[in-house]
């Protein structure tokens, strides 16, 4: 009997780690999501973009020029799915909508900085990049 008690408590503390790996998954997947939507979001204000995005004070005449812009006065974007790549970095694909029209689904990254994840600024510079120019500030 104690055997089996031992087993079932056993099992339970799997089930229990297991169910915990999830949540922690989830809420690190809710986490990028956010940053996301933030950073894309035409109701976002600038400082609230280059605190979602990695090395954002590198990119602020960039997405400063992006918030002016007044084509993206109506911007959010929608995350599909994103797959953690160890700790510290993800895969996200999203679809960036101007008004209510989708433009292709893109695939980015997520990276966490100082702790914090963050919109992989290689998502950013490669949408950029569909423009034609490669602004500066993507250059290594």
Same mark, same amino acid.
Request: with cysteine.
């Given at each position: 009997?104690?055997?089996?008690?031992?087993?079932? $408590?056993?099992?339970?503390? &799997?089930?229990?780690?297991?169910?915990?790996? #999830?949540?922690?998954?989830?809420?690190?997947?809710?986490?990028?999501?956010?940053?996301? +939507?933030?950073?894309?979001? @035409?109701?976002? @204000?600038? /400082? +609230?973009?280059?605190?979602?995005?990695?090395?954002? /004070?590198?990119?602020?005449?960039?997405?400063?020029?992006? !918030?002016? #812009?007044?084509?993206?006065? #109506?911007?959010? !974007?929608?995350?599909?799915?994103?797959?953690?790549?160890? $700790?510290?970095? $993800?895969?996200?694909?999203?679809?960036?909508?101007?008004?209510?029209?989708?433009?292709?689904?893109?695939? &980015?990254?997520?990276?966490?900085?100082?702790?914090?994840?963050?919109?992989?600024?290689? @998502?950013?510079?490669?949408?950029?990049?569909? +423009?034609?120019?490669?602004? $500066? !500030?993507?250059? /290594?």
């Amino acid at each position: 009997m104690r055997r089996l008690a031992l087993v079932l $408590a056993l099992v339970a503390l &799997g089930l229990a780690a297991c169910g915990s790996s #999830n949540h922690q998954q989830r809420l690190t997947q809710d986490k990028i999501k956010t940053a996301y +939507e933030t950073f894309f979001s @035409s109701k976002s @204000s600038v /400082p +609230e973009r280059l605190g979602v995005l990695q090395d954002g /004070p590198r990119f602020k005449a960039l997405v400063t020029s992006f !918030a002016n #812009n007044p084509l993206a006065k #109506n911007v959010s !974007a929608k995350v599909g799915t994103v797959t953690l790549d160890g $700790a510290n970095k $993800a895969k996200v694909t999203y679809t960036v909508r101007l008004g209510g029209s989708p433009l292709p689904k893109q695939t &980015g990254t997520a990276v966490r900085q100082n702790g914090t994840w963050k919109v992989g600024y290689a @998502s950013l510079c490669k949408l950029v990049a569909l +423009e034609g120019s490669t602004p $500066a !500030a993507c250059k /290594p």
